[in-house]
């Protein structure tokens, strides 16, 4: 029995074109992934009935749901993002990723359970598919604007003298770290310019503790021919404050890195609500 097919692209805010035939579809849709909720079955005698979603409207519900979006963007085509609110900028990335609904809602409830439109994109996607309206499929969208931002900020100190750039790497680090919902550890390896060999993620743990041991971080700095080093980890609490052990971690790797003339320039911890410094705590 034909349907409407479920796997429908996202053009932007055109009812999509009714197909038929053997090859259509025949799953059911699923409320939670956005995308697909015009499916509908066709009547036994073979022609397809127009779907109540799309007709039962008023006329003056649809010019004011078009109206709205194009109001939106025709204030960020003349003045940019300054003219948006958090909300506005999140509706209009929406508009994108869900074609067919009122998008305010859903960017307010995602604010609101995530804070900071920062705190949106770094999300994980299993929380924000807790959110109403949001599927895995515009979670996983949400999650590929991160990755974009993250890369964008990464090309900012590819290369270029480290110690020079600072704010970039914070910038960065707190990006790549901030919101994640478990520790991780990172270590920045530098040549001999202190220019960026390489990013690497050396181990994931809980929300409290990653384990981290200073002989395999040594031994991977050999093996990049790094002379310098700079460990970054996040605390998903928020709070940036060293621990106890995380003082003692960093002057073991220290002390292990030192004789073999690799030096560790800083260990940066990174949350939600800002990033320590343990060089500039004189911790190390």
Partial sequence: MARLPTDLPPYDDHVPRV??????????????????????????????????????K????????????????????????????????LELLLFRLIPRRDTKPIAKALLERFGTLAGVIGAPPSLLQEVKGVGEAVALDLKLISAVGQRMLKSEIKGKQVLGSWSSVIDYCHA???????????????DKRNALIADEVQGKGTIDHTPVYPREVVKRALELSATAIILVHNHPSGDPTPSRADIDM??????????????????IIIGKDGHASLKGLRLI
């Fill in 58 to 89: 008023p006329d003056s519900d649809q010019a004011h749901y078009h109206g709205h979006r194009e109001r939106l963007r025709d204030r960020f085509r003349a003045n940019g993002d300054t003219a948006l609110a958090d909300y506005e900028i």
């Fill in 176 to 190: 790549a770290m901030a919101y994640e919902a478990r520790e991780q550890f990172r270590i920045l390896f530098l």
């Fill in 250 to 267: 960093t002057k073991m790797i220290v002390d292990t890195a030192k004789p073999l003339g690799i030096t560790v320039h800083d260990h």
């Fill in 19 to 56: 197909e038929t035939g053997d090859n259509v579809g025949t799953s059911e849709p699923d409320e939670t992934d956005e995308r697909g909720f015009f499916a509908e079955q066709a009547p036994k005698s073979g022609t397809l009935k127009k779907s109540p979603l799309l007709a039962s």
